[in-house]
């Protein structure tokens, strides 16, 4: 992509070099503009209002500068965010030089992993980092961001990847249960124990266990499952032995550990225990260039469910929408938001009619910042509540508790928002 009055100079360069650029089309606004399949953008510093087009592009693409030299705006160019900068006049060596980095540039993508942002290649680093050893991984991110998908691909990277993955749903064990899943238990030690029953830890042997909802557990959980990391065993229920066992544990959480262990909700032994490699997953609003290879990707993925109609695509005009949302539910969310429109829409291409109605209010809202403060209000609250229910998977409860309100406080603002549970 180049922004520049020189702009026929810089495609002449690279056609001298033996690399065709695909023309920008001047009268598309950079909103209608599909950056994903852009990898690079040359911005002319000389050209009014480049200082927002460095920062709008520079979230999707490295953004070279260009400039005649002006010490001052090339330093400033860099400090908003440019990777390089080019003197003009422009010649065929530097330009050269400077793509040549970026071919170079090694890809890591994962397998069934989508996303092609520089954040996300971070997190394949992590991943492939993380596979070649046997140490303790920490996952962190928000709701839905993709945390168990990690976790899977290092299994599936790692020597481990022919033995078992185990999930265990933390927040689905209650104390009562716990040694029983977790350890299993002999027959005979208790009524109606007539069997020996391996737990879920056993089961994992010689592969990786998962613990998802790390944060949210109780501290009699936290206490029993320390012993086991540390030491690699543990006793069945009615055992009089330890089993030893090999086990690579990988924890996931959209809490924040530390601060829960300076709460004292959390043991901080077991926090250094299994944050030995931590991945951070990004939220999806600052890595807006993977929503239309996700999109792509989940439209691929749930087509097969319209029998009647081949839909193919998306039109821009509802990828634009979808680019310019916050996505408080993540990928999980834009997912729900295409299986949706999939089955609403009624032509190849998902249009802007078939996505939910609260995804284009509140991209209206932001398109008229003039409009009626009363109706920003509401779209700003509508999006808190959504966010909330994301995270709380629907449990008005639990969103109430989130947005710190009444639970009937938020059941009055839902009907009046006619948002549905
Ligand atoms: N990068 C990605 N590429 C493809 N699919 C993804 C990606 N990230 C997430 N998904 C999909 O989004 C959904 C949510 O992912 P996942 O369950 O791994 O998230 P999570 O972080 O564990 O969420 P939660 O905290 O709510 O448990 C899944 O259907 C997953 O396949
Ligand atoms: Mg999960």
């Known amino acids: 992509m180049v922004i520049s009055d020189e702009a026929e100079k810089l495609y002449e360069i690279f056609d001298s070099i033996g690399i065709t650029l695909r023309k920008t089309n001047k009268t598309k606004s950079p909103a209608s503009t599909n950056f994903s399949t852009y990898d690079i953008a040359f911005i002319d510093i000389d050209s009014e209002g480049w200082e927002k087009r460095v920062i709008d592009l520079k979230q999707y693409m490295p953004v070279i500068t260009i400039g005649k030299s002006d010490i001052k705006k090339a330093i400033k160019s860099m400090k908003l965010g440019a990777t390089d900068f080019l003197q003009k006049p422009l010649r065929n060596e530097s330009v050269k030089e400077i793509f040549e980095n970026f071919k170079d540039k090694p890809k890591v993508e994962i397998n069934g992993l989508i996303g092609i942002s520089r954040i996300m290649e971070d997190v394949y680093c992590g991943i492939r980092k993380a596979a070649l050893t046997d140490s303790n991984v920490l996952i962190t991110g928000e709701s839905g961001t993709g945390k168990e998908l990690v976790a899977r691909a290092i299994h599936n990277l790692s020597e481990r990847k022919e033995n078992p993955f185990i999930v265990i749903n933390c927040t689905a064990i209650p104390d009562t249960l716990l040694e029983s899943e977790l350890f299993g238990f002999e027959k005979g030690a208790f009524t109606g124990a007539n069997y020996t029953k391996k737990g879920l830890i056993e089961w994992a042997d010689r592969g990786t266990l998962f613990f998802d909802e790390i944060g949210d ?158 109706e920003a209000v509401d779209n700003f609250e509508k999006e808190l509540i959504w966010s909330a229910l994301q995270k709380s998977r629907g449990n008005i409860s639990k969103a109430a508790e989130l947005l710190g309100i009444h639970r009937q406080q938020l059941q009055r603002k839902l009907k009046q928002f006619k948002i549905a549970t």
């Open 217 to 374: 557990v109780s501290p009699l959980f936290q206490t029993k499952i320390l012993r086991v990391i540390q030491e690699g065993e543990f006793i069945r229920i009615g055992g009089n032995h330890p089993v030893k066992v090999d086990v690579r544990f990988i924890a996931a959480t959209n809490k924040d550990l530390s601060k829960a262990c300076k709460e004292g909700v959390f043991r901080e032994d077991l926090f250094y225990r299994l944050n030995v490699i931590h991945i951070e997953i990004p939220p999806l609003r600052s890595r807006k260039e993977d929503i239309p290879s996700l999109t792509q990707f989940f439209i691929k993925k749930h087509s097969a469910k319209r029998k009647d109609i081949n839909i193919k695509g998306i039109t821009e005009e509802a990828l634009d929408a979808l680019m310019s949302y916050s996505f408080p539910g993540n990928v999980r969310e834009l997912e729900n938001i295409i299986e949706r429109a999939i089955a609403f829409t009624n032509s190849v291409e998902i249009t802007i009619k078939d996505l939910p109605a609260y995804l284009l209010k509140t991209q209206h809202s932001k398109k008229t910042p003039h409009g009626n403060l009363r």
